[in-house]
């Protein structure tokens, strides 16, 4: 591990522009890394040739006094869910096997109108289904703080790949995805800062789809101010998402800092749930103090139909899916696996193409959209969906921002907890309702578990305020004086 | 009258209600930029959202809704301002994405009317129950290989306006009459082209049969994708005729999907395998529902020309047409507009009988459309006039006017080239009648024998010896005076 790579964003950026060092070695000293952390199984693909041409390209806009923009020149991973041109893209997934898009999502074409530099695509949970990067097709990704008790970690999913490459120093940025918790529970479990903006903030064009109606890009990085950078990048209204909002981009690295007076943080008494871990509980009271020592106002909030949220969430993103994945079909790209008849092509290709976890989802999402059980399922969960929205409008009459844990537990290790889906949902408890509600959230790491391993507390804010989000989490991140990264071997 | 089928245990009543495909007339598609050109190479209209790849979305073609809306408004309907796009799952290699965007529970246009004119001059109201836009899917080939399907997606996205009638409609006739106004109201709409040959417009009949006098709606079977307005007609027939043998044989009508053949002139189960699908519609999470506003609308509906109705009513009174007339001038704007240019400043009944009887038979004979015509509403309307002012004779205008139609020419350029003018020269008729007589002696001596009707046949004389020049009214004058003498 070189010098360069431990470097944040914001670090990064003024060496380039001082000229400390180039684009090119900043990238070299990232792929050396990657090489070297090939154990981790963070990405799917390296794309070491991508990454220096793009590195010598923002070396010679510098020399020639045009350089982009704090991200020129910065080196990131890309989940591999971002379709990339020219770039293999398989979603984790068999049954995109082969495919390469003749095309670029719109958030990774943001980020490279801004000069960063794609090192490879990031593992990830098959279609980012998953809560443990244990789903891949291309195999489970190591936590990079682990292992503990011998046993290899989960970095958390779906975005697991990229909290790794960020976590273990691969990559000084990456952008995930979030449905129902994937940036946000991978950064509480890898130590870094996740960010999922309002639906509607990023495109998704060119994002392989999972729900829909739940999707959003956003960056992971190793500080606040780095998410802040990276969101400013990524975002903006793109005619080509009919969902995607037509609103202008803050700049919010530039309102991060100053006193939290006056801003009112809300605790939701239904997020204390039975048999959370004390350690969980204490953190959480830690958060509250720091931020009352920044100036804030703590006070309750009640977010009554939380309950309901998880189950809520099972029946819409798995309907969505069922739909959103009818198109891997083996007629235009990706697997085919012959048969005699059509529908046997079907079967194989669909059969052999999708692991387990996206065919029980494509399972439920039929099952709850079908006939006779539409209103029972997906009509009551469409319902509920609209009353922890409203419950989320009632309490931002109250206060400004929202903070709960971001995970019930910390990291656990691969293979526990694979044998009953249920248990393994319950980690995205804390982080569903928010995606139900379309409302922006973070997690910013804020403390050690028992074990060493990281936890993070989740910031929640009114749609579009990600700015009042950032300033809050900077305030924990001054606070928490959280370790650098996982500790070298 | 009443379309009623004679069975063996009495009289039974026809029950139809159509839904027709209607491919929106756009230059792209309901949801991606790519053309909507019909009969172009294979796979070279498609976009990557029409193919579905990886993280393609949707995005709407406001014209299309445009499009829709104006022809809601066409069928005097109710314009919904929220409306939902659904997706419609189900898997088919000419079916991309898995799913077919279209409109369920919230339709763009809800109840309507369309009123039929039927052969006997009377009129018809047909409900209509909706209208929702969707896209189409695009055609599997099986006919290119042996052993493979091919698929085309030149049509996957193209939008098409579903129209939904009520069950209204009692007899073969009348769906017909239905088919061909909504047509011809979409013609001047400009929304949709209504080619059924060329699938442009398309059609799915649901019948029923019940004992005549009986209320209740008895079960309906449909029959899909019947492709011109003959087989329609006909399909409904033969549906109908095996419905009452089912009812009369004592079995039960059961509710299912039907193909006509026109070949065997009968409709035949699809395989109930074809059709279980249970669609799981649900709203598309890539699209927000559709707001229109009260002024979007207005401006739609004012935009609209004047519609086959209005016009017909128009016709009659300003024109005196009958109904009947006035209906089939109507059917068609390009009909309507070149018959008004014929008839202004003209007897306009002489003008509507030459367009409905003369133009009609030339342009039906050399196979052409109205727009196609050789001869232009200027020059029919020139010989409607050489006719009244009796430059020529009736009989010798339809020569002028065969002539115009090989040739496209004017008939005041022909009739003087041609030397065709009239005779009205006193002089000149009564040399003629004068030759005429002293060569027939014994047939004038018939007419002062009290022989009126030999007029006639020396009316004939005197035409052939001025090669039927002669004005016939002169020539009835001057012959009985002379052969009084």
Redesign the interface.
């Known amino acids: 591990m070189t010098a360069l790579t431990g470097l944040t964003i914001a670090e990064a950026a003024r060496g380039l522009a001082a000229k400390s060092f180039s684009a090119r070695e900043l990238a070299e000293a990232h792929l050396d890394a990657i090489a070297a952390a090939r154990d981790l199984n963070a990405f799917i693909c390296e794309t070491p040739d991508v990454a220096l041409d793009r590195a010598d390209a923002a070396d010679a806009r510098r020399a020639a006094g045009g350089a982009l923009g704090p991200l020129d020149g910065i080196p990131i991973a890309v989940k591999d869910l971002?379709?990339t041109e020219g770039v293999p893209?398989t979603?984790g997934s068999h049954i995109?096997n082969g495919?390469v898009?003749?095309?670029e999502?719109t958030v990774t074409a943001n980020l490279r109108q801004a000069g960063a530099v794609m090192l490879g695509k990031a593992n990830l949970d098959e279609f980012a289904m998953g809560s443990a990067n244990i789903t891949s097709h291309y195999g489970p990704v190591k936590n990079p703080w682990g292992p503990r008790d011998g046993r290899d970690l989960v970095p958390g999913g779906s975005s697991g790949g990229s909290a790794a490459a960020v976590s273990a120093r691969l990559a000084l940025g990456a952008t995930g995805t979030d449905t129902g918790g994937s940036i946000r529970q991978p950064a509480s479990f890898c130590g870094i800062v996740g960010l999922k903006p309002t639906y509607g903030r990023c495109s998704?064009?060119?994002?392989?789809?999972f729900?829909?109606?739940l999707d959003q890009a956003g960056p992971m990085t190793r500080t606040v101010g780095d998410a802040a950078l990276m969101l400013a990048a990524m975002a903006g209204h793109d005619?080509?998402?009919?969902?995607s909002a037509p609103l202008a981009v803050p700049d919010f690295a530039a309102a991060l800092d100053g006193s939290l007076r006056g801003l009112k943080i809300g605790i939701p008494k239904e997020y204390r749930i039975d048999g959370m871990a004390a350690e969980i509980g204490a953190l959480w009271d830690k958060g509250m103090a720091w931020l009352e020592a920044a100036g804030a106002e703590v006070k309750a909030v009640s977010l009554p139909h939380t309950r309901y949220a998880l189950a809520t969430y099972y029946i819409i993103a798995p309907?969505?899916a069922?739909?959103n994945?009818?198109?891997y079909?083996g007629?235009?790209?990706g697997l085919r696996v012959d048969g005699a008849t059509?529908d046997e092509m079907?079967m194989n290709t669909r059969g052999q193409g999708f692991g387990t976890e996206v065919r029980r989802r494509v399972l439920i999402g039929?099952y709850v959209?079908?006939?006779g059980y539409?209103d029972a399922y997906?009509l009551k969960a469409q319902k509920v969906r609209a009353l922890i929205a409203a419950d989320f409008r009632e309490a931002f009459r109250e206060v400004d921002v929202i903070l709960t844990p971001t995970a019930p537990s910390d990291a656990f290790a691969i293979g526990e907890r694979m044998d009953d889906p249920v248990t393994m949902y319950l980690n995205d408890v804390f982080t569903v309702p928010t995606s139900l509600a379309g409302l922006p959230g973070i997690s910013v790491p804020a403390g050690l578990s028992a074990r060493g391993l990281p936890l993070g507390l989740q910031l929640i804010g009114r749609p579009f305020d990600e700015l009042t989000v950032l300033k809050a989490a900077r305030a924990i991140e001054d606070a928490a004086g959280f370790p650098a990264g996982p500790p070298t071997p | 009258m009443t379309y009623l089928i004679h069975g063996e245990t009495g009289d039974w009543e026809v029950v139809v209600g159509l839904e027709v495909h209607a491919q929106v007339i756009s230059c792209a598609k309901l949801f991606s930029g790519a053309a909507t050109d019909f009969g172009a190479e294979p796979n070279t209209q498609v976009s990557l959202v029409d193919a579905a790849f990886p993280g393609m979305l949707p995005v709407l073609n406001r014209y299309c809704i445009e499009q829709a809306v104006r022809t809601g408004v066409g069928l005097a309907a109710k314009i919904n301002l929220y409306s939902v796009f659904e997706r419609k799952n189900y898997f088919y290699p000419d079916l991309p994405a898995g799913y077919q965007i279209s409109q369920y529970q919230h339709p763009l246009v809800g109840e309507g009317v369309v009123t039929i004119d039927l052969k006997d001059g009377s009129t018809r109201e047909i409900g209509i129950e909706r209208l929702h836009v969707e896209q189409d899917a695009g055609k599997s080939l099986h006919d290119q290989d042996p052993s493979r399907t091919f698929v085309d997606l030149n049509r996957s996205g193209v939008a098409l306006m579903e129209i939904v009638s009520k069950p209204d409609i009692r007899a073969p006739e009348e769906a017909g009459a239905y088919l061909r106004k909504l047509r011809s109201i979409m013609r001047y709409l400009g929304t949709c082209d209504g080619n059924m040959e060329q699938g442009s417009m398309r059609c799915d009949i649901n019948v029923s049969v019940r004992p005549a006098g009986e209320n209740a709606l008895r079960t309906r079977a449909e029959v899909k994708n019947v492709n011109s307005v003959r087989y329609v007609m006909q399909a409904i027939e033969r549906e109908a005729e095996r419905q009452v043998g089912v009812y009369e044989s004592g079995g039960q009508v059961v509710q299912e999907t039907r193909l006509y053949d026109p070949g065997k002139g009968e409709t035949r189960s699809m395989r109930s395998k074809e059709f279980a699908h249970d669609y799981r519609y649900f709203p598309d999470p890539d699209l927000l529902p559709l707001r229109l506003t009260e002024a979007e609308v207005d401006r739609i509906r004012q935009s609209l020309p004047e519609l086959p109705d209005d016009k017909k009513e128009r016709f009659i009174a300003e024109y005196g047409l009958s109904p009947y007339d006035a209906s089939v001038l109507v059917a068609e704007r390009e009909t309507a507009d070149y018959f008004e240019q014929v008839a202004a400043g003209r007897d306009a009944k002489a003008a509507a009988n030459w367009v409905i009887t003369n133009l009609f038979a030339v342009l039906n004979r050399k196979g052409l459309g109205i727009a196609e015509s050789p001869i232009t509403p200027a020059h029919l309307g020139r010989l409607i006039d050489l006719i009244g002012n009796n430059t020529i004779s009736g009989r010798l205008a339809k020569d002028v006017f065969d002539i115009m139609a090989d040739t496209g020419g004017d008939p005041v350029a022909i009739v003087e080239e041609k030397g065709l003018k009239q005779i009205t020269d006193e002089g000149a008729i009564e040399a003629a009648v004068v030759q005429a007589i002293a060569a027939n002696p014994g047939q004038a001596a018939q007419f002062k024998a009290g022989q009126d009707k030999v007029v006639g046949w020396f009316v004939g004389q005197v035409m052939k010896l001025t090669k039927g020049k002669a004005n016939p009214q002169q020539v009835n004058e001057i012959l009985r005076r002379k052969l009084a003498e």
């Not at chain 1, 005619?239 to 969902?243: N, Q």
Request: hydrophobic residues 35%; charged residues 15%; aromatic residues 18%.
């Open positions: 971002f379709c893209t979603a995109l495919f898009p003749p095309y999502s998704r064009y060119g994002i392989i789809a729900a829909s109606s005619a080509r998402d009919s969902t309907a969505e069922s739909s994945l009818a198109r079909d007629v235009r790209y059509l079907y039929t959209l079908s006939a539409y997906y």
